[in-house]
């Protein structure tokens, strides 16, 4: 129904940058929050930034003032600038989007894209 796709991970540098993309499309009425998370081998999956369509974005300590989330509510389409990257960002980034299907159905489902792997080297 709802599909989710990421894009613009990769191998970068310690200080340098990357920003990644995760497009949603299918059977969408609306969509509220969308956010980003990530996952490092072994560890269980973190939040990293979430954005609603109408209020504040929040972020984890660990990215605060390197990363900025931002959407594009026209294209259905949630962005993670990052900059600053150290090493220990290196993870499978994974978007999310709660989103509504239909007109006559209130409830919102969330939805996960496959993932992309951030490397950053030292």
């Known amino acids: 129904q709802v599909q989710l796709v990421e894009s613009g991970g990769g191998l970068v540098q310690a200080g340098g940058s990357l920003r990644l993309s995760c497009a949603a499309s299918g059977r969408i009425f609306s969509i509220n929050t969308m956010g980003w998370y990530r996952q490092a081998p072994g560890k269980q999956r973190d939040l990293v930034a979430t954005m609603p369509s109408g209020g504040s974005t929040n972020y984890a300590d660990s990215v605060k003032g390197r990363f900025t989330i931002s959407r594009d509510s026209a294209k259905n389409t949630v962005y993670l600038q990052m900059n600053s990257l150290k090493p220990e960002d290196t993870a499978v980034y994974y978007c999310?989007?709660?989103?509504?299907?239909?007109?006559?159905?209130?409830?919102?489902?969330?939805?996960w894209g496959q993932g992309t792997q951030v490397t950053v080297s030292s």
């Open positions: 999310n989007a709660d989103v509504r299907t239909g007109v006559l159905s209130y409830a919102y489902t969330t939805y």
